[in-house]
């Protein structure tokens, strides 16, 4: 059921993750500038983190948009080719280690205003990087030829289920009755 439910199980190319990242970025700044009145910037940014825990639609929006991202992430991993159970558990795990470092020894942290290391960022970049540019995997593997009795050319690939159906219907198969 979490296979369905997270994302598991779809795929999502390098363009389509780049556009729903961006838009769900964009409408969570707008529902936040709409909700506390003011636009986020570097100098009054403690301003706008008090104003909006305060706001409770902001803090609903805010865990609905990390699930987004995280579904959308998923999505992704598994087009390139990964197990997304493995990968996002480990980033998971990652994330919480580097965490607890800079929880526990604060110098270490990037300031005293962030809750992660070097570490921890470079790290988180570097698979976003990896999500935004890395190739899709392909439907099929390619397959060594056999050297027993082969004349050293590629086995042919198997037609999608997809296109066999379509054939299949062309041919009169559907229906019960052909023309």
Known sequence: MLNYLFGFNARMG???FFFSSFVVGVGFVMLAYGAT???PSSGRMDVLLAQASASQPLLFAFYGVLVICFMLQSMRVRDIGWDPVCVMAGWIALMVIDWTVAQKFPEYALTYQHTGTAVGALA???LNLVL????????YKEQEPDDAGSDGAWPSVPPAA???RIARIAGGEFGGKAR
């Open 14 to 16: 390098r363009l389509a």
């Open 37 to 39: 009145g003011n636009v």
């Open 124 to 126: 988180n970049a570097a």
């Open 132 to 139: 935004l540019f890395w190739p899709s995997g392909g439907l």
């Open 162 to 164: 997809a296109t066999s």
